[in-house]
């Protein structure tokens, strides 16, 4: 098991409460992040926002990588239950806000 995330804390609808990001690795500068996905937010775009200056330095694995929405990066994820991406970051890896489909999920 790795290291959670910082997520927010207010309440999301149960797609939401399905969507979970944990460091798995991390190094000077960088880190590697898992997201699992549960069935009720599966085949939808998640949505999500950094606090800091974070970049995916990779492409996403287990998702389709869309476009980024000025700090909002996004993917599109399919049946599966995880998607992963390697992150270069300074000392942050809080996230700021989750979406499903464009419905924000929790906001700080």
Do not use: H, Y
Not at 2 to 26: H, I, N
Not at 41 to 47: D, E, H, L, W
Not at 63 to 72: Q, R, S
Not at 76 to 102: E, K, Q, Y
Request: charged fraction near 20%; glycine fraction near 12%.
């Amino acid at each position: 098991d790795g290291k959670a995330c910082v997520l927010p804390t207010t309440a999301s609808p149960v797609a939401c409460s399905e969507v979970d990001f944990a460091v798995t690795s991390e190094w000077d500068g960088g880190f590697v992040v898992r997201a699992t996905v549960g069935p009720n937010a599966r085949n939808s775009i998640i949505g999500w926002t950094w606090s800091g200056n974070v970049k995916i330095e990779d492409d996403v694995w287990g998702a389709t990588k869309l476009p980024a929405i000025g700090k909002k990066f996004r993917a599109a994820v399919g049946g599966g239950d995880a998607f992963g991406m390697t992150l270069t970051a300074g000392a942050t890896r809080t996230i700021s806000s989750i979406t499903v489909n464009n419905v924000a999920c929790k906001n700080n």
